[in-house]
Nanobody
């Protein structure tokens, strides 16, 4: 059964850091682009970051550039999102999604991805 599972969310103070993980089972992520999205209460889901299957291409939303870093370990079938200098406005449910055909050289949209995880809550608050 194809599955993506996010983990690593939690409560953190402003300025703190978290690392989210997106682990795949039932299929290999090796050839898939993986996107990170987030959805805050009352807001639409937005693309945060994307990484290509070979890790050569990444992109980030302007709101997280310089603070978030996406990476992957294909041997572990896992993609990571390192989030530093967190702000209250980063509070949201974070989702990972995978798709073989997505182009990570440009801003991603959620309708491009077929396979999704269940999400992990990130709360930034003092």
């Amino acid at each position: 059964q194809l599955q993506l599972v996010e983990s690593g969310g939690g409560l953190v103070q402003p300025g703190g850091s978290l690392r989210l993980s997106c682990a795949a089972s039932g299929f290999t992520l090796d050839y898939s682009a993986v996107g990170w999205f987030r959805q805050a209460p009352g807001k639409e889901r937005e693309g945060v970051s994307c990484i290509s299957g070979d890790s050569r291409t990444t992109n980030y939303a302007d709101s997280v550039k310089g603070r978030f870093t996406v990476s992957r370990d294909n041997a572990k079938n896992t993609v990571y999102l390192q989030m530093n200098s967190l702000k209250p406005e980063d509070t949201a449910v974070y989702y990972c999604a995978a798709d073989h055909w997505v182009d990570c050289s440009r801003q991603i949209t959620d309708d491009e991805f077929d396979d999704w995880g269940q999400g992990t809550q990130v709360t930034v608050s003092s």
